[in-house]
């Protein structure tokens, strides 16, 4: 579309500055096109454009009638729902700033949120979020109403400041009725230096926070974004990551608002993938976890398909994985080579993607964590354009995108158009400066000061190298690269990512900053280590049962000694071998504040609850005795016992000089 | 929740007067009555073989006892049939699943709206037109319950291939498709981890509150049926020993020694 085309830098050639104009346009120049979806009652139900902007509209009458004013904070709780999504949307109409809040968060994370932020107001989806919001209520006088969309439960609930979203439309079309022209002249008031939204960052060290975005922020980086991979009204996609997640708000939302595409809601957070194969998405952004998912499913299913299939699926997928990438960037390939895939297209490639329902994907993207190679090739051999994308809150999700032909698997790609980076030669940390540079943190302009340099610089945080053909390679967190004893560099979460492309593996934790030699924590995998066990007559009661079976210590003995290898022959990782291992008998766990709400190790939690063991790595003892301390999906609390073997693994000398 | 409104338990749905049962020589249940009101959620709880089972077989009309009555909605019951006894609005799950391993969680869940169903061989032979239309209408209930019990993404999974907790989940939807009146789970809970203990609860207690639908529970878990339920009921060795709000019941010295065992 011309219209979104956009200039140089990223400013809409409309003159539309704010998310809400886009709606208003959308409703005017697309009013029957598809806007939104959400399955309900196992059929997808369809909001073209202009019912969206009748929605939303009549929501913004209702939370102006129950009292939002300019600037007033909405906190928004809850999976992805088109009507959370409009009440993102009316607060904006109205220059309010909607606060999403991660929907498994327990209640004092939301307190925290909701305290900072000082939101009047909170929708959220159901009874789990309204139990949670009334357990914190008296701690939250700033708080005045709090309105739920699903009434399923709260027919009881009594409490004053309680209303049913229902309500809140019923009371904004009386509002909208007696007040003709009020939404639209709110809408024309606000101005792209408006705020657009605060997300909180998960942050894996301390208290969340408030990252502030203005509407120029979002409109511009999504004006740019949409041009370089030219997207268009007639994209879908599925908007099934956490709507707390600047990600969702603005690859789902926003780009939505931009383009006039159709955003999916999944039925609920266990169909996805069934919804993913009806939705059948043009444009599609998953983390590492989910394309590894996707590819642990495959070839678990294979295993059990017959015989023929099996082998035709084999054989295909080694073609693809020779031919499959230069057929999809255009590079030259042998003709006969080209015509095979042809055939596998057919027999392997077209049915497979079918079956995962990437038979429509045009665009692709993975990010937040480093993806497996392994994996990364997988998808593009069978034609799928995936690509990496590297970005962060505070410059509205992307710095670094791929290009659709010149894609390295270890690479985050170039510097996407209209930002800026640059190395910190001291430290290796990456810098950038872009039209999405947030505002700065909410209520916290010390944090702002240290992130923010005066001419305009943002510290990502990240410690990066450029490669030869001008590629970002993001190897840590900054502050996490340390050194062992004697001298040699050590970046634990390059180790760490090298273990977790093991599908056998879904968490590892490195230790070695200050130490003589590395030493890691497993984490199993249950599906794949279940499946293994199965396969192999490995009878087991529990996790914890299973982790610590010396078959399974065994299995992951070989994927580590695999690593090593592949180490050893990079002269500057030689040293991060390791040497010593240890298969944890639980899962780390975000409601235990060992991960993050997006599954990144908190490092000082690990070693503040983990001492012991991590000791215990270190001081050459056989097995070590744990009491752990595990936290219920209820919050209450219980303890668990057991003895953990921790094993040694082989290393290998590498051909490096002497001393 | 401290400012939830109480419900209201209404009159008296179905009454159970000196009944008793006996397999040959063996005495299953002694001259047992209770009542089960509009509304309430009762719990029949006793020791290993105090006849909690043959006492919802009974009113589920799968077993006739020899002496005594069973009045439901006032009306003084004949022998009957347990599918007589579906039609009248009791459904119930069973202790050990009775789901249909091979056919789907939906379509399990569409057998429970047998009974709803009117369109006969030769109409639903041609399925054009009303029979298609009565097909739409049970596939929508259906779908409202599986969307009530959070159970979407195992719609088309064949029940076989189910853990354990999500089967019982199916067990419930099935019964509730057949929108009863009074509802009989017989140890819906057994076998079950805390979470899906705890979801288990949530979903009776909603299914409760939402539709009004009463229910008739048996349950070993101390825990959950002091939590749920208005009422206790309990049985030991086929004979009442105790009837009460939980709180009576949990201190009836007669229930003690039931669960505790007493010297005699």
Not at chain 1, 466 to 475: A, V
Not at chain 1, 523 to 528: E, G, P, R, T, V
Not at chain 2, 61 to 79: A, L, S
Request: charged content about 25%; proline content about 4%; some cysteine.
């Amino acid at each position: 579309m011309s219209e979104t085309s956009g200039q140089p830098d990223g400013r809409d050639p409309l003159g539309r500055d704010t998310i809400p104009k886009f709606f208003a346009y959308n409703a005017q120049h697309r009013r029957d096109r598809p806007a939104m979806r959400e399955k309900d009652l196992g059929i997808w139900q369809t909001w073209t454009w202009g019912e969206v902007d009748g929605r939303v509209r009549d929501l913004a009458g209702g939370l102006a009638a129950l009292g939002l004013r300019r600037g007033d904070k909405v906190a928004i709780i809850g999976d992805n729902r088109p009507e959370l999504y409009w009440t993102m949307a009316a607060a904006q109409a109205l220059g309010g700033i909607p606060v999403p809040v991660y929907q498994d968060s327990v209640a004092e994370e939301i307190q925290y949120v909701i305290e900072h932020a000082e939101a009047r107001f909170a929708v959220v989806e159901n009874q789990e979020q309204v139990d949670k919001l009334l357990s914190i209520r008296d701690r939250l006088p700033m708080l005045e109403t709090i309105a739920y969309g699903d009434p399923r439960g709260l027919r009881h609930y009594d409490q004053p400041f309680l209303r049913n979203l229902a309500d809140v439309f019923k009371a904004g079309t009386a509002h909208n009725q007696a007040n003709p022209g009020f939404v639209d002249a709110e809408i024309a008031k606000g101005n792209g230096s408006d705020l657009a939204i605060i997300c909180y960052t998960s942050g894996t060290t301390g208290r969340p926070k408030g990252v502030m975005l203005s509407h120029d922020n979002v409109v511009r980086s999504a004006n740019l974004a949409v041009s370089f991979d030219k997207l268009n009204e007639t994209d879908q996609v599925l908007a099934y990551l956490p709507m707390a997640w600047v990600g969702d708000n603005f690859l789902s939302y926003v780009e939505g608002a931009v383009t006039g595409f159709c955003m999916n809601c999944p039925e609920s957070a266990d169909t996805v993938l069934t919804d993913l194969r009806e939705v059948g998405p043009t444009y599609f952004f998953a983390p590492p976890r989910i394309w590894e998912n996707l590819l642990t499913t495959v070839m678990i299913r294979m295993e059990d398909a017959s015989g023929i299939k099996r082998r035709m699926f084999h054989y295909f997928i080694a073609l693809a994985r020779r031919a499959g990438r230069n057929i999809l960037e255009g590079k030259p390939v042998a003709f006969t080579d080209r015509m095979l895939y042809a055939l596998g297209e057919i027999l392997v490639y077209g049915p497979l993607k079918n079956v995962l329902g990437l038979s429509r994907l045009r665009l692709a993207y993975t990010a937040g964590e480093a993806i497996g190679p392994d994996i990364f090739d997988f998808f593009r051999a069978l034609g799928i354009n995936l690509k990496q994308l590297y970005g962060q809150t505070e410059c509205t999700v992307y710095l670094c995108m791929h290009t659709d032909t010149d894609v390295i698997p270890d690479t985050v790609g170039p510097p996407a158009p209209g930002v800026e980076l640059k190395i910190d030669e001291k430290t290796g940390e990456v810098l950038f400066r872009s039209p999405g540079v947030f505002v700065g943190y909410y209520k916290n302009d010390t944090a702002t000061a240290e992130t923010k340099t005066p001419d305009g610089w943002v510290h990502t945080g990240d410690a990066g190298v450029f490669t030869d053909n001008g590629h970002l390679r993001i190897i840590d967190r900054a502050k996490d690269v340390g050194r062992l004893t004697d001298g040699a560099l050590f970046a634990p979460k390059y180790v760490e990512n090298k273990l977790k492309f093991f599908p056998h593996i879904k968490e590892a934790v490195a230790f070695g900053d200050g130490r003589d030699h590395v030493a890691a924590f497993i984490n199993i995998d249950l599906a794949a280590v279940g499946s293994w066990a199965e396969r192999n007559g490995i009878a087991y009661t529990s996790y914890a049962d299973l982790a610590g079976r010396p078959e399974v210590y065994a299995l992951l003995r070989g994927c580590i000694e695999q690593v090593n290898r592949d180490l050893s022959s990079d002269s500057s990782m030689t040293a991060s071998q390791i040497k010593r291992f240890l298969v944890l008998h639980k899962e780390l766990d975000a409601d235990d504040g060992e991960l993050t709400r997006t599954r990144k190790v908190r490092r000082s939690t690990i070693a503040e609850r983990y001492g012991t063991l991590i000791e215990a790595l270190y001081s050459g003892q056989p097995s070590i005795a744990v009491e752990a301390k595990i936290t219920f999906e209820d919050g209450r609390t219980g303890t668990f016992k057991a003895n953990l073997k921790i094993d040694e693994a082989t290393t290998y000398s590498t051909m490096r000089k002497a001393g | 929740m401290s400012s939830v409104t109480e419900k209201k338990i209404g009159d008296v749905l179905l009454k159970v007067e000196n009944i008793s049962l006996s397999f040959g020589g063996v005495k299953a249940l002694t001259d047992i009555s209770f009542e089960i009101r509009e509304h309430e959620v009762l719990a029949i709880i006793g020791p290993n073989g105090a006849g909690k089972s043959s006492m919802l077989n009974c009113i589920n009309g799968f077993y006739h006892p020899q002496q005594g009555t069973i009045t439901y909605r006032g009306e003084k019951r004949k022998q009957m049939r347990p599918h007589q006894a579906a039609k009248q609005g009791i459904a119930r799950t069973f202790q050990n699943i009775a789901l249909f391993k091979g056919m789907s969680t939906l379509d399990n869940i569409m057998t429970g709206r047998l009974l709803k169903m009117k369109a006969g061989l030769f109409s639903s032979a041609f399925y054009k037109g009303p029979a298609e239309r009565e097909q739409i209408e049970h596939r929508e209930f259906c779908e409202r319950i599986i969307d009530f019990l959070e159970i979407q993404a195992i719609r088309k999974v064949p029940v076989g291939r189910l853990p354990y907790g999500l089967q019982k989940r199916v067990e419930l939807a099935r019964a509730l498709a057949a929108e009863p009146t009074l509802l009989l789970l017989d140890e819906p809970m057994a076998g079950m981890n805390l979470e899906e203990k705890q979801d288990m609860c949530r979903f009776i207690l909603d299914v409760n509150d939402e539709f009004g639908t009463t229910i008739c529970l048996i349950e070993h878990d101390m825990g959950v049926v002091m939590d749920i339920s208005d009422r206790v009921v309990v049985l030991d060795y086929g004979r009442k020993i105790g009837d009460g709000v939980p709180a009576e019941v949990k201190n009836n010295q007669a229930v003690i020694d039931a669960y505790l065992g007493v010297q005699h």
